[in-house]
């Protein structure tokens, strides 16, 4: 099996996707809708890695408290929405945790697509009332998500907040880390930007600060949306350099090198970090699919 290219995501789950911002609507003559409660989504029993199908004003099943138009794909209208915390769902829908919904076998990049974007809005629509720097209401900017304060002219916008996420190799051989709660479960090692830094000195720093060894030949792979709570996930492919593991007690459980033959339980190809797996363990690390960025000294 070949893994998906970093090209296929994009057209799948992005280029197709045209958002649209308030006061507009999307322009589908078909209409799905992404219900939140809280950070599970309401799902049909008998279809639950699907969005619910409605009207330009509704989900079809369940009463909403507000309704957020998302875009349009293709001829879908994509809509997202939420209830009241006490709501009752009626026979044949359940509530899903997103996280769970987002690791489910064979779930279309699509939903993964909208339902972060649902969530991430949601998020943000309904926290973020009062300016941070005088108190005074918000009101929204046209053709946008963004907020604006007038007294103080202060804008706020919908956060995103950048993570690295990278696989280190070293010929036949991965270094994987794992942490409480995982079970037997292993991924690779992530982490939050700081101010003032590139994505290529993250990686370095990450993977020095976590697993205490050095990398080199720093190489793109692909992103993804991962809205807990507002990530995107920008995923690298590093070349072991030197250094024996020195893990940090207080992020990880465990990390070890493994084998190519003799891989443990790790996640899903429905995440970046399975996909980024998927790369390495069917040889594909040197294709042209990857952006190559040669290391630094990012000390």
């Known amino acids: 099996m070949t893994a998906p290219s970093k090209e296929t995501r994009e057209v799948s789950c992005m280029e197709a996707f045209i958002r649209c911002y308030p006061p507009n609507l999307p322009t589908g003559t078909t209409h799905v809708w992404y219900v939140m409660r809280g950070d599970d989504l309401i799902v049909d029993t008998q279809n639950p890695a699907e969005p619910l199908p409605g009207t330009s004003q509704a989900p079809t099943s369940i009463a909403i408290s507000k309704h957020f138009p998302l875009g349009t794909q293709g001829n879908v209208s994509v809509h997202a929405a939420t209830v009241d915390p006490d709501c009752e769902l009626s026979e044949g829908l359940q509530t899903v945790n997103l996280r769970n919904l987002m690791n489910h076998p064979g779930i279309r990049q699509e939903v993964v697509m909208a339902g972060s974007y649902a969530k991430e809005l949601i998020e943000f629509q309904t926290m973020t009332k009062y300016c941070s720097r005088c108190a005074a209401p918000y009101r929204a900017i046209p053709n946008t998500w963004g907020l604006r304060c007038d007294p103080c002219k202060h804008e706020v916008f919908p956060p995103v907040s950048p993570a690295i996420i990278v696989l280190i190799h070293d010929g ?32 370095a720093r990450e993977v020095r600060e976590e697993v205490g060894v050095e990398v080199s030949t720093i190489r793109y792979v692909g992103s993804q949306c991962w809205p807990f709570p507002h990530q995107v996930m920008v995923g690298f492919l590093a070349q072991y350099k030197s250094g024996d593991i020195h893990m940090d007690a207080e992020e990880l459980a465990d990390a070890k090198w493994f084998d190519r033959d003799a891989m443990p339980a790790i996640p899903p190809s429905t995440a970046i970090s399975g996909q980024i797996l998927d790369i390495w363990l069917h040889g594909d690390a040197q294709k042209d699919m990857i952006v190559g960025f040669d290391y630094q000294d990012y000390r």
């Open 172 to 203: 036949d051989r991965v270094l994987l880390t794992t942490k409480v709660g995982w079970g037997n479960r292993y991924s690779l090692v992530a982490g939050f930007s700081e101010p003032g830094e590139s994505f290529e000195a993250c990686v």
